[in-house]
Antibody, heavy 121, light 106 residues
Framework: QVQLQESGPGLVKPLEMLSLTCGVS??????????WSWIRQHPGKGLEWIGY???????SYNAPFKRRVMISVDTSKNQFSLKLSSVTAADTAVYFC?????????????WGQGLLVTVSS | EIVMTQSPATLSVSPGERATLSCRAS??????LAWYQQKAGQAPRLLMY???TRATGIPARFSGSGSGTEFTLTISSLQSEDFALYYC????????FGGGTKVEIK
């Protein structure tokens, strides 16, 4: 089955860049037809969609993140990545990667297990 | 931006009883609504999409209803594994989630 796994540093300094990768197994991103998303969850809080990317590299970002986010895809490695610049303590959260449940669905299944990223000096 | 509001924030229910969770959208999302279940330390699990269609493997005790701006997730007879957080998500206009409802043991 399709599985996703987030990786990256769990600690980032304020004003630096947060960089995470989502490795995909059980399917190929290059097959197309789905969006691949990043979603975050502040500790003890709700979920916040950050953005998504197609296999082609076309992206869409949630407005609050547009000025400092970039999502990219590397089909040769079957992974996609998140970069969030100028982080502050407010960016401390569990970051999930997820795939659209079906082509054009808009809802997500499966999800990665999540990775806690703490912003602190 | 479509704002999703869930109520109540916490629902205390005894095992075997019915639980009714509400989700309201700030503008119509038609039936473009999904529900997720999340347990501590885990990723959300898709329960429902299209407001009322159960995802693969979801037991029949879970049901969803509503359209437009008002939605309901009902768990007909709570089992021990159902005590968790529940989130709604609209996908009509971009993507946004509700703040969640915690279903706890009474």
């Amino acid at each position: 089955q399709v599985q996703l796994q987030e990786s990256g540093p769990g600690l980032v300094k304020p004003l630096e860049m947060l960089s995470l990768t989502c490795g995909v197994s059980g399917t190929f991103i290059s097959s197309g037809g789905y969006v691949w998303s990043w979603i975050r969850q502040h500790p003890g809080k709700g979920l916040e969609w950050i953005g998504y990317i197609y296999h082609s590299g076309t992206t869409s970002y949630n407005a609050p993140f547009k000025r400092r986010v970039m999502i990219s895809v590397d089909t040769s490695k079957n992974q996609f990545s998140l970069k969030l610049s100028s982080v502050t303590a407010a960016d401390t959260a569990v970051y999930f990667c997820a795939r659209e449940a079906s082509t054009g669905a808009g809802y997500f299944d499966p999800w990665g297990q999540g990775l806690l990223v703490t912003v602190s000096s | 931006e479509i704002v999703m509001t869930q109520s109540p924030a916490t629902l205390s229910v005894s095992p075997g009883e019915r639980a009714t969770l509400s989700c309201r959208a700030s503008q119509s999302v038609s039936s473009n609504l999904a529900w997720y279940q999340q347990k501590a330390g885990q990723a959300p699990r898709l329960l429902m999409y299209g407001a009322s269609t159960r995802a693969t493997g979801i037991p029949a005790r879970f049901s969803g209803s509503g359209s437009g701006t008002e939605f309901t997730l009902t768990i007909s007879s709570l089992q021990s594994e159902d005590f968790a957080l529940y989130y709604c998500q609209q996908y009509k206009n971009w993507l946004s989630f509700g703040g969640g409802t915690k279903v706890e043991i009474k």
